[in-house]
């Protein structure tokens, strides 16, 4: 909307600017077709009048005139220029405006496929925890011995407690002391970074 009004407070403008060229260009054209109308009436009145020499102011007149009309044409083709300048600027915003459309609906589009997958990630894990808290104990404990202390926290921090007590217990103390290690200390930064 700014580049409509600007543009239509420049047309307005240069329409004043020719306007006003035009409005010079007849009065002196007026005051041109005057003199030798003057010089007429009077040589009829006097025939023994000199006649007033009017071609050289004729001739600065007709340069006055064209210089209007070339410095006119150039402010037309200055005009035209800055259409043109106006409505690639258009096109521009138009094309930004439709790009920034599309981005923030793929944007929508990704946060909704990611809150499904998150989901869906969530659900699994659910369904697994729900699983091995549901094991018998010397079922379950040979699993937690083959996974990574960090990963097995993770269920056992999940899971009912009882159940996560049993597997525990039944792991070697090396795995059991790195995976209480790991389940104490999930949370204990988390007052640090907030600070």
Request: charged share 25%.
């Amino acid at each position: 909307m700014t580049v409509t009004k600007k543009k239509m407070q420049r047309r307005g403008r240069v329409l004043l600017v020719v306007a006003g060229l035009l409005a010079v260009s007849g009065v002196l054209r007026v005051t041109t077709d005057l003199g030798p109308a003057i010089a007429q009436s009077v040589e009829r009145e006097d025939p023994e009048m000199v006649p007033v020499q009017s071609v050289p102011q004729l001739a600065d007149l007709d340069a006055a005139v064209a210089a209007i009309q070339s410095r006119e044409a150039a402010l037309v083709e200055r005009e035209r220029q800055f259409e043109v300048r106006f409505a690639a600027l258009e096109l521009a915003e138009a094309e930004f405006t439709e790009t920034t459309r599309r981005l923030s609906e793929a944007e929508e589009r990704l946060r909704a496929t990611l809150a499904q997958t998150d989901a869906a990630a969530e659900t699994d894990l659910a369904r697994l925890t729900s699983v091995y808290e549901n094991m018998q104990p010397d079922a379950a404990v040979p699993l937690f011995q083959k996974m990574d202390a960090g990963f097995a926290a993770g269920f056992l921090a999940r899971m009912r407690p009882d159940a996560a007590a049993q597997i525990l217990a039944g792991l070697e103390p090396d795995q059991a002391y790195s995976v209480s290690v790991i389940l104490a200390g999930r949370n204990a930064l988390a007052g640090e970074i907030e600070r």
